[in-house]
T-cell receptor, first 115, second 116 residues
Framework: ETGVTQSPTHLIKTRGQQVTLRCSSQ?????VSWYQQALGQGPQFIFQ???????GRGNFPPRFSGLQFPNYSSELNVNALELDDSALYLC??????????????FGEGSRLTVL | DQQVKQNSPSLSVQEGRISILNCDYTNSMFDYFLWYKKYPAEGPTFLIS?????DKNEDGRFTVFLNKSAKHLSLHIVPSQPGDSAVYFCAASALYSGGGADGLTFGKGTHLIIQP
């Protein structure tokens, strides 16, 4: 059984640039959610995708957007990068939307540094 | 405003003893709670959960206790082993109240260090 995989593992961008992070969900999982973990903080919910549609969103501005593909993989896009966007971005998958079960399976994360 | 609080950034426990990690929450809509464990350079791993209809859930060496009136939960690890050294996150959801799509709300974590 393949777990959640994320790419890239590390990347450096400058302010104002755009970034795309990718995630392959665990086999059999149809729901993907994204979390931002700043240094010294717990993960913070960005949004969740179920069957290719966003069905839940945290307190993040519209420049954070995402996609889920028919194979349930997902992308997180961040436009107009700011210094505060520097963080570990975690992708998590589950068999059902978080409205049914709260257990999530996380990937190792993508470490984004904005200079 | 933090809705899930883990007030101990770190905790040191001797191998073989009991480790007790604490978590407080403020949102009364939360009705499902989870503990995650995180090693460096890895994603968080689910450990144990509890719904608000229970006050205790046990899985091997791990037991979670929930005190709804105090809005407090704790994770007990008995006996503590060197491999338990990690950061532990408490998380909460309004799962059964229809807020499951709002994701999980995490605390800042407690770094547990098991000393030989």
């Amino acid at each position: 059984e393949t777990g959640v995989t994320q790419s890239p593992t590390h990347l450096i961008k400058t302010r104002g640039q755009q970034v795309t992070l990718r995630c392959s969900s665990q086999s059999g999982h149809n729901t993907v959610s994204w979390y931002q973990q700043a240094l010294g903080q717990g993960p913070q919910f960005i949004f969740q995708y179920y069957r290719e549609e966003e069905n839940g969103r945290g307190n993040f501005p519209p420049r954070f957007s995402g996609l889920q593909f028919p194979n349930y993989s997902s992308e997180l896009n961040v436009n107009a990068l700011e210094l505060d966007d520097s963080a570990l971005y975690l992708c998590a998958s589950s068999q059902k939307p978080a409205g049914v079960t709260g257990e999530l399976f996380f990937g190792e994360g993508s470490r984004l540094t904005v200079l | 405003d933090q809705q899930v609080k883990q007030n101990s950034p770190s905790l040191s426990v001797q191998e073989g003893r009991i480790s007790i990690l604490n978590c407080d929450y403020t949102n009364s809509m939360f009705d499902y709670f989870l503990w995650y464990k995180k090693y460096p350079a890895e994603g968080p791993t689910f450990l144990i959960s509890i719904s608000s209809i229970k006050d205790k859930n046990e899985d091997g060496r791990f037991t979670v206790f929930l005190n709804k009136s105090a809005k407090h939960l704790s994770l007990h690890i008995v006996p503590s082993q060197p491999g338990d050294s990690a950061v532990y996150f408490c998380a909460a959801s309004a799962l059964y109240s229809g807020g499951g799509a709002d994701g999980l709300t995490f605390g800042k974590g407690t770094h547990l260090i098991i000393q030989p």
